[in-house]
């Protein structure tokens, strides 16, 4: 690639001899590329393609990806996504990478990371999952899905690849692995600065454990996927702290003691660092301000006041603290050697975070009543939505619309909004893996009993009964409607209710 105009790159490293010089040589070509490009896109969640060939192509390409083994089924192996790495040329060694695990709120401070980093002028690809609405939402670059037109090249530059790894291996690469090497041979070709990655189960043997990240992230771990990842949040922990890498940095969330100990001594035996949330980084305060919160946090550095952050709930702000730490640690801010007091500029950090939004989190899709949506799919994911919400909206009478899947411990799920739900409509989302209604509802009525439930087999049919039954309240009583159970039900509403963009 030719090199940008020479004044115009010198001017953008000259301001940058108060840090590393690599790391502003990086800066200065990332930002002229981006002058080149224009801004980035807004952060959207995609709709279907309105080219008709183009949405026949992708429908293709989703077809031949649903044809392979489904995100439910896995075989503990990284044989072979590390054999499709080897045919590729290792597209995933050609950029550093933050690489993030734990089983809450992985997807949300992966986002706010790639904030972070994007308003550091870093070009970034994010791989996520699973998608709110479509599939393209899983690879993101400089902040926006990939199009769709980029998503089908990303499969047809891969598929030759993946066939001669199915023709040499007792199984073909899975859904999963096939969109993780989309991703890392998206990224390096974009290309980007850094990449920040989302396991998509587990750690040690996910697809997405072939990069050699130097941040490793590992947000709230508890019981999720018990039948393929441990029934304790030990076990759990061993097979998270499978993606900590060799003299790699170690950003640590609050954590069960068990579950902490055990990421710990993995960190100790690869000579890795460890930063821990409420020791060398964490939330020094926050306030409920209109349309989020007003946050106070410490970092690897030092403090950064006044955050406006867009998003709701007690578990966001310390997101917040973790991807700022992980931000930190990658660009060499509170390691072991370095200057503790410097920071990163707070003014760029407050512009990142207020920029930040998460579909499907707590995203408000309307008002009177109120109707909003969460992901939330697991009882500590539940126990924080629940905890939001009542903070955040106050609601007189919140009706919930529930739809989960049926792996998940939905009695734990169920239980975490009982206290905050007057009443609930079950229902189910269009996939395979949803629970069945009558199962559901013999479970509910043990824990809401008969008068609290209602049952809607159809998720329209479900979201008109709970918004009919939040507006006998009245237009100004402030009853409101909370769509929740699976990312699934969450992202089937998003398209019931409109919000396609």
Same mark, same amino acid.
């Given at each position: 690639?030719?090199?940008?105009?020479?004044?115009?790159?010198?001017? =953008?490293?000259?301001?940058?001899?108060?840090?590393?010089?690599?790391?502003?040589?990086?800066?200065?070509?990332?930002?002229?590329?981006?002058?080149?490009?224009? +801004?980035?896109? &807004?952060?959207?969640?995609?709709?279907?393609?309105?080219?008709?060939?183009?949405?026949?192509?992708?429908?293709?390409?989703?077809?031949?990806? #649903?044809?392979?083994?489904?995100e439910t089924r896995l075989d503990p192996s990284l044989e072979r996504i590390r054999a499709l790495m080897d045919v590729m040329g290792e597209p995933q060694r050609a950029y550093p990478s933050i690489h993030i695990t734990g089983t809450n709120g992985k997807t949300s401070t992966a986002r706010m990371i790639e904030a972070l980093l994007s308003a550091f002028d870093l070009r970034t690809g994010r791989y996520t999952s699973p998608?709110?609405?479509?599939?393209?939402?899983?690879?993101?670059?400089?902040?926006?899905?990939?199009?769709?037109?980029?998503?089908?090249?990303?499969?047809?530059?891969?598929?030759?690849?993946?066939?001669?790894?199915?023709?040499?291996?007792?199984?073909?690469?899975?859904?999963?692995?096939?969109?993780?090497? #989309?991703?890392?041979?998206?990224?390096?070709? &974009?290309?980007?600065?850094?990449?920040?990655?989302?396991?998509? #189960?587990?750690?040690?043997?996910?697809?997405?454990?072939?990069?050699?990240?130097?941040?490793?992230?590992?947000?709230?771990?508890?019981?999720?996927?018990?039948?393929?990842?441990?029934?304790?949040?030990?076990? =759990?922990?061993?097979?998270?702290?499978? =993606?900590?890498?060799?003299?790699?940095?170690? %950003?640590?969330?609050?954590?069960?003691?068990?579950?902490?100990?055990?990421?710990?001594?993995?960190?100790?035996?690869?000579?890795?660092?460890?930063?821990?949330?409420?020791?060398?980084?964490?939330?020094?305060?926050?306030?409920?301000?209109?349309?989020?919160?007003?946050?106070?946090?410490?970092? $690897?550095?030092?403090?950064?006041?006044?955050?406006? $952050?867009?998003?709701?709930?007690?578990? #966001?702000?310390?997101?917040?603290? =973790?991807?700022?730490?992980?931000?930190?640690?990658?660009?060499?801010?509170?390691?072991?050697?370095?200057?503790?007091?410097?920071?990163?500029?707070?003014?760029?950090?407050?512009?990142?975070?207020?920029?930040?939004?998460? +579909?499907?989190?707590?995203?408000?899709?309307?008002?009177?009543?109120? !109707?909003?949506?969460?992901? &939330?799919?697991?009882?500590?994911?539940?126990?924080?939505?629940? @905890?939001?919400?009542?903070?955040?909206?106050?609601?007189?009478?919140? !009706?919930?619309?529930?739809?989960?899947?049926?792996?998940?411990?939905?009695?734990?799920?169920?239980?975490?909004? @009982? +206290?905050?739900?007057?009443?609930? !409509?079950?229902?189910?989302?269009?996939?395979?893996?949803?629970?069945?209604?009558?199962?559901?509802?013999?479970?509910?009525?043990?824990?809401?009993?008969?008068?609290?439930?209602? %049952?809607?087999?159809?998720?329209?049919?479900?979201?008109? @009964?709970?918004?009919?039954?939040?507006?006998?309240?009245?237009?100004?009583?402030?009853?409101?409607?909370? !769509?929740?159970?699976?990312?699934?039900?969450?992202? @089937?509403?998003?398209?019931?209710?409109?919000?396609?963009?």
């Amino acid at each position: 690639m030719p090199r940008p105009g020479s004044s115009e790159f010198e001017e =953008i490293i000259g301001a940058e001899t108060g840090r590393d010089p690599d790391l502003a040589v990086i800066e200065a070509g990332s930002r002229t590329l981006r002058a080149q490009a224009g +801004p980035p896109q &807004a952060d959207v969640v995609p709709a279907r393609p309105e080219d008709p060939e183009t949405d026949r192509a992708l429908r293709a390409v989703e077809a031949e990806l #649903m044809d392979r083994w489904p995100e439910t089924r896995l075989d503990p192996s990284l044989e072979r996504i590390r054999a499709l790495m080897d045919v590729m040329g290792e597209p995933q060694r050609a950029y550093p990478s933050i690489h993030i695990t734990g089983t809450n709120g992985k997807t949300s401070t992966a986002r706010m990371i790639e904030a972070l980093l994007s308003a550091f002028d870093l070009r970034t690809g994010r791989y996520t999952s699973p998608h709110v609405q479509s599939i393209t939402e899983r690879i993101s670059v400089d902040g926006a899905p990939v199009s769709a037109e980029r998503f089908i090249a990303a499969y047809e530059d891969v598929k030759p690849f993946a066939e001669l790894v199915d023709a040499q291996q007792p199984h073909r690469l899975s859904f999963f692995e096939m969109l993780t090497g #989309m991703a890392y041979a998206a990224f390096a070709d &974009a290309p980007v600065d850094v990449a920040v990655v989302e396991v998509g #189960m587990g750690g040690s043997w996910d697809a997405t454990n072939v990069i050699d990240a130097g941040v490793s992230v590992v947000t709230p771990i508890s019981l999720d996927h018990v039948e393929r990842l441990g029934d304790t949040p030990e076990k =759990i922990a061993g097979e998270k702290s499978g =993606i900590v890498k060799k003299d790699a940095t170690v %950003v640590l969330a609050q954590q069960p003691v068990e579950a902490a100990s055990v990421v710990l001594k993995q960190a100790a035996a690869l000579d890795a660092t460890v930063a821990r949330e409420g020791l060398e980084f964490g939330v020094l305060s926050r306030e409920v301000a209109v349309g989020g919160q007003l946050l106070t946090l410490r970092g $690897l550095g030092g403090e950064y006041p006044e955050i406006f $952050l867009p998003m709701h709930g007690a578990h #966001m702000a310390h997101n917040a603290a =973790i991807a700022l730490a992980a931000v930190e640690a990658f660009f060499g801010i509170g390691g072991v050697g370095t200057d503790t007091g410097r920071t990163l500029d707070a003014d760029i950090v407050r512009q990142a975070f207020a920029s930040v939004s998460s +579909p499907g989190r707590l995203e408000l899709m309307r008002t009177s009543p109120t !109707v909003l949506l969460d992901a &939330a799919h697991n009882p500590a994911g539940a126990r924080a939505t629940a @905890e939001a919400v009542s903070e955040a909206f106050g609601f007189s009478r919140l !009706v919930g619309v529930v739809g989960p899947s049926a792996e998940k411990d939905v009695r734990g799920l169920l239980e975490a909004f @009982e +206290p905050v739900f007057a009443e609930v !409509v079950l229902t189910r989302n269009s996939t395979s893996r949803a629970m069945d209604v009558d199962e559901l509802a013999a479970l509910a009525v043990e824990i809401f009993g008969e008068d609290r439930i209602q %049952v809607e087999p159809r998720l329209d049919s479900a979201l008109e @009964e709970a918004i009919t039954l939040a507006e006998e309240e009245g237009e100004y009583a402030g009853a409101g409607v909370l !769509v929740t159970g699976s990312v699934f039900t969450a992202g @089937e509403a998003r398209l019931l209710l409109g919000r396609e963009r």
